[in-house]
Structures are given as C-alpha cells and as structure tokens.
C-alpha cells in the first residue's frame, strides 16, 4: 500500500536560494496567495510587492497561502522601476517571465554560481511594464502548444522557479 506523507514526512532538503520575487502590480488576492506558497516552496528569499499593496487581511489569500504569508518574507515599495534599480546596484540579476519579441524558452536558463535573481512577474492582465521590462537583463517565456499564449501568473512563475531552482541545485551536486 502507498501511503501519503505529511509535512514532517517528507525528506525534502530545506533551502534558501538568492532569488527575489518581484510582483509588478499584481493584484488577484489568490494569486497573491499563490506567490506566497511557490516562495515558500522553492526557497525563495523575499517576495518585493511593487505598485499595489497586498491585503494580508483577505481570506482568500490567507486560505490560498496556508500560513506561508506568516513565514514567508516580503516587502513593499510603490515604484517598480526604482526597486528593480536598487536591487541591481546590490548585484542582483533581473530576469523576467514575460512573451516578448526577444524572450528565450525557460527551458534554455542557466546560470553562474554566484549569481543572485531577481523573478520578476507582472500584472494578471497587462504583464510586466515596457518600462520594467526594459531593465531586464534576460527574458524567459513558458512554450505553450495550445490556441491561447498564456497562462495564469502564478502558474507561470512556478514553472518558472522549477527551472530556476533546478539550476540553482546543479552547483549543488557536484
């Protein structure tokens, strides 16, 4: 018989990576309850909220993060491009999951061992800002096979840590 292991069962390895999740002007209360979650569940260092505060009063996203919002660490700042500036002055790389004319599957990301991310993901309707995407240093899309060309934000950004944390872990194993 296969049983389900709980939380404690589980010989999962806990990990901080030097990744910084940036929200740009996201502001569905489930989404934002999801990005708590996807931080929580791939070692995430923070999460930055820019333009719109988060409601850690909402009961859907306290339901959607499960407590994550309580140990997850997080901060706050209005102006997205000032924030983004200020992370790479302290040796941060902006990385964004957004379908433009000059993005690369995210299947492709690597990285140096040294390096400290910044995930930047934006808004449920109107994606990442020309003005915040003009301050990446790469951009990442999800290949999609069906009609539309794309998906839910907080889906996105758990690929998309998928496959950053995985390069992340192959320093790991050496």
Known sequence: MIDQLTHQETSFQKRKFPIILLLDNITSEANLGSMF???DAFG???????????NLQSNRLKRTARNTFKTVQFEFFEDS????????????KN??????????PIGSFSLNEDEKLVLIAGNERHGISAEVLNLCDELYHIEMFGENSSMNVAQSVGIALYEITKAFNKFHKK
């Open 95 to 104: 990385i964004a999951i957004e379908i433009t004319s000059s993005s690369n």
């Open 37 to 39: 979650r996807l931080a």
């Open 81 to 92: 491009v000032k924030t983004i500036k200020n992370l790479k002055t302290e040796g941060y």
């Open 44 to 54: 995430v260092e923070k999460i930055v909220f820019c333009g719109s505060e988060p």
